[in-house]
């Protein structure tokens, strides 16, 4: 089966940094994107990795490693607004996207 | 503004009944789907179609039906076969169906069976 694995709650300190896991197993790769969900909004786009390394955009950067099937988000300076659950889908070889079940981040002042 | 306008909202809905919820798109996509998000769960797919008058099943289609007859909307029915309806439901959109590219999401239904 397919599926993609990230731990269900983290918890933070404003201004800190927290580093949000992602592992995945699918039939092919295609791409990774990370979303931010605010509770009962719709999802936003934050990133897409397609290639191993290091994307940074900002406060945010993502990591990309297909050899060990494995992504993750990093959110660096933290501020209330990030408190929001942050979701991470694979795209496989027949385009079909998979969906992890998303990481509540709480963030305390 | 372009985007994805998904009404109503909220929705109220008695066993028994049939609902429909509009997903409507400015983005000029072709590709449009419908996700049920429930708690802990990751997004599920209900339905997609890659064009117009064209779509197909997703994971749990049972209990759901949509049309596509025009680009700019794609409407799901959620029929009193559906046995757990209460949910959060989520349409999105991209250029093109067999590629990676970015979904971009309507604000969400969030329909409760009373």
């Known amino acids: 089966g397919q599926n993609i694995d990230q731990p269900t709650e983290m918890t933070a300190t404003e201004g800190a940094i927290v580093q949000i896991n992602c592992t995945y197993q699918t039939s092919g790769f295609n791409g990774l994107f990370w979303y931010q969900q605010h509770a009962g909004e719709a999802p936003t786009f934050l990133s897409y990795?397609?290639l191993d390394g290091l994307e940074e955009k900002g406060r945010f950067s993502s990591f990309l490693s297909r050899s060990k099937g494995y992504s993750y988000l990093l959110l660096k300076e933290l501020q209330m607004k990030d408190s929001a659950s942050y979701l991470c889908?694979?795209?496989?070889?027949?385009?079909?996207?998979?969906w992890g079940a998303g990481t509540k981040l709480i963030i305390k002042p | 503004d372009g985007g994805i306008t998904q009404s109503p909202k909220y929705l109220f809905r008695k066993e028994g009944q049939n609902v429909t919820l509009s997903c409507e798109q400015n983005?000029?996509?072709?590709?449009m789907y419908w996700y049920r998000q429930d708690p802990g769960q990751g997004l599920r797919l209900i339905y997609y179609?890659?064009?117009?008058?064209?779509?197909q099943k997703g994971d749990i289609a049972e209990g759901y039906s949509v049309s596509r007859e025009k680009k700019e909307s794609f409407p799901l029915t959620v029929t009193s076969a559906q046995k757990n309806p209460t949910a959060f439901y989520l349409c999105?959109?991209?250029?093109?169906?067999?590629?990676?590219?970015?979904?971009?999401f309507g604000e969400g239904s969030r329909l409760t069976v009373l």
């Open positions: 999105a959109s991209k250029w093109i169906a067999g590629e990676a590219g970015e979904l971009f």
């Open positions: 983005l000029n996509h072709d590709a």
């Open positions: 990795n397609v």
């Open positions: 179609s890659q064009i117009v008058n064209d779509f």
């Open positions: 889908a694979v795209i496989n070889s027949n385009y079909q996207l998979i």
